[in-house]
């Protein structure tokens, strides 16, 4: 019955309330924003690992993370193949490498990766599908880039201008979505020869073997028998190969630490901007709200209005920030900035402010429960 | 008709209050009783413990000690609950800095009167009772369009809208002009006398005198008449 009250409130102080909601919306679109750049930090740590469909991975002894590269002989691959647990098993090099733009001279660095693609571990590199990366890539010279790194890499590509890769022309042959490292270093991937070619390096050499179990097979038992007959190198399970990169990152450098800091900030101001706007809505109302115990409301009823109206404030404040968020993402995807929103995500970042908003409706209904109607007669 | 069941029944109510001095004791087996169709003002110094009466009949404060009966039930030591169901049934409340609902429109905050006492919102009567305080032009208006007099008349009428058995009000006349408060007395008069209700009205105002059936002074906790 005192909703229609809650309503008329809510729409006569449309003024006061304005403020609230454009608090949620921002604490909302901030949180979100700075926990996009997180995850996208993440996702681009171990991009080129986590883009090969492989059980395990074998590298160097020491390897640190994925971009500290060390190279081992090719024939240990050889003795993987034997095992009759494994499908099949790809050689990968990587290295940093030079590259010069024809077009202006101008010299960068990138990451240079070389896979071996015909009938090795199935590898997704956001690719045009129609694409055959083993006949593309098998043309010396040829190799790709992310689509946002285009302009950056070769600016006249199109108009068959292309790059030096330590003083061997390259071609951009093609495009890659979604595949660019976290640091400024443009990632150039082609197939082994080529690579091996620009890096010159010896043919027996790789960086790394990714491995494709045959179905079924225990891939711990593979692991445990691979590593026995390698001791010059470390066999990972996927799983480790990816954390052994992103605890590198994410721990022990302050990156990831410094990103989750101000994405857990973010939390923080969110947090206290709609507990305290909340709070401070109910807080305004005590003497009237004490009026009205008076004159019958109960303890419920007055709960009602101060949720109805939280609820309201924060349901403005949500569509605002979803709106905003997909202008923020519109604008973000024509940069080099990585963030990864999912729908889950999102709808992650509403719970933890809806939590908020409870908190907030949570102190007001206790002091909404403690408020003694005798207030109305002292106020 | 005082001689009948009384509306209201204090008896030997206490109430005292912890202070850093030691104990206040602002009630002192204090009796009182208000009968149907009566109107008692209550008069008294400053700090006398008028509100603090008011608190306890309006079942807002528990006394001490003592019975505390409002239509016919001990509500002093009864649940939470009960004295809500009975503020809603029985007592209407006019308070001393009216406590509007600033985005609320007069009629609005009068019908409020009826929405808390879980009545249909009759608007006929909500305009009866605008027009018994003279609001009826201004019935549209915001609290803050409003003259503190006019502010009074209507808290005035948000407390008497949904005929209560007893009606509690706190200088409801302090600042109204010598018409209007004339106004508010008749009010209160001939809402009294015609549905037999009551009205405890704690007041220094004379000109609440002649509609007074009683005229009670509060002094050291107790009354006297």
Redesign the interface.
Known sequence: ??AR?AV??LA??KGKYVGVVIGVAMSLLLVLLQFGFFLGFQRDITIVGDSFDADLWVSQRTLEAFDYVSHFDDLSRMQMLGDEDVLTATGIIADWARFRRMTDGATESGYLVGIEFADGVKVSLGTDPSLDLASVLGVPGNLLVDEKHLDRIAPKAAEGMGLEVFGLHANVAGTMKGKKLFSTACLLVTDMENARRFLKSPANRVSFIAVKCRPGADVAAVQARLQAGLPEQRVWTSREFHDLTQNYWIRLTGIGPVLLLSAGLAALVGFLTVFLSFSQLTAEKM??Y?????????TAELSGIALLQIGVVFGLGCLIALAGLMVSLAVLAHTTISIVLTPGIAMLGVLFMASCSVAAGMRALLRLAKL???E???? | MKTSTPILRLHAVEKSYREPSGVLTVLDRLDLSVAPGEIVLLQGPSGSGK?TL??IT?C??RADKGIVELAGQNLNEAPE?RR?LA??QH???C???F?L?E??TVR?NVA??L????QNVDQMRVDEVLALVGLTKKSDK?PRDLSGGEKQRVAFA?ALVGRPSLLLA?EPTSQLDVHAAEAVAQLVRSSVKESGSAALITTHDTRLHPIADRICTLKEGRIYE
């Open positions: 019955m005192l009250t008329t409130i006569r102080e003497p009237v004490a009026a009205m115990k008076a004159m019958g409301a109960s003694e109607p005798a109305a007669f002292r106020a | 509100t008011l608190q309006g807002l404060l609950i809500t503020r809603q007592l209407g409340f308070f001393q800095q406590h609902l985005s609320l609005d409020l009167g929405r808390l006492k879980r915001l948000r706190d």
